[in-house]
């Protein structure tokens, strides 16, 4: 199937995708911060530069968009448009995520990843619990390289 845009207007809508302060990240940041938890955020000195981290927790957040990580949910499609590029690029986002949640963990941090569908087109009291476990995650000083997603 052919995009329904010219390249040009897909090339426009692909470069407005942020890949910092992301909706599903700032959701879970603002919730954080009104339960107590204060953080740094995109900290350059560990790898992968984790979208949030917790250093007295010695805690580490990556908040991940499940087109761009490929992450295996309904919210990921594979493109019909220049499908090589996008194995390959998916494939190397993966791997690359793979190396930093392990770097993270050998030098002694602890790492959640949370998927975009585990927050999208939720009800506030799915957002809310899923809020309270990762709270739990964080204070408990358990458990590593934990997945939350559909």
């Given at each position: 199937?052919?995009d329904?845009?010219?390249?040009?207007?897909?090339?426009r809508?692909m470069s407005?995708?942020?890949?910092?302060?992301?909706?599903?990240?700032?959701?879970?940041?603002?919730a954080?911060?009104?339960?107590?938890?204060?953080y740094?955020?995109?900290?350059k000195?560990?790898?992968?530069?984790p979208?949030?981290?917790?250093p007295?927790?010695?805690?580490?957040?990556?908040?991940?968009?499940?087109?761009?990580?490929?992450?295996d949910?309904?919210?990921?499609?594979?493109?019909?448009?220049?499908?090589d590029?996008?194995?390959?690029?998916i494939?190397t986002n993966?791997?690359?995520d793979i190396?930093?949640?392990?770097?993270?963990k050998?030098?002694g941090?602890?790492?959640?990843?949370?998927w975009e569908?585990?927050?999208?087109n939720?009800?506030e009291?799915?957002?809310q619990?899923?809020?309270?476990?990762?709270?739990?995650w964080i204070?408990?000083?358990q458990?590593?390289?934990?997945?939350?997603?559909?």
């Amino acid at each position: 199937m052919a995009d329904i845009v010219d390249s040009k207007t897909r090339s426009r809508m692909m470069s407005g995708i942020r890949g910092k302060n992301t909706k599903p990240e700032m959701i879970i940041r603002k919730a954080l911060f009104k339960r107590g938890f204060r953080y740094r955020i995109h900290y350059k000195e560990l790898p992968g530069k984790p979208d949030i981290v917790f250093p007295k927790y010695r805690a580490v957040v990556f908040v991940h968009g499940c087109f761009w990580h490929g992450h295996d949910c309904h919210l990921f499609k594979w493109p019909k448009s220049r499908a090589d590029f996008w194995k390959k690029k998916i494939e190397t986002n993966r791997e690359r995520d793979i190396r930093n949640r392990e770097a993270c963990k050998k030098k002694g941090w602890r790492v959640l990843v949370i998927w975009e569908c585990a927050l999208r087109n939720q009800s506030e009291s799915q957002v809310q619990s899923l809020i309270a476990s990762i709270e739990s995650w964080i204070r408990s000083g358990q458990g590593n390289q934990i997945l939350i997603g559909s």
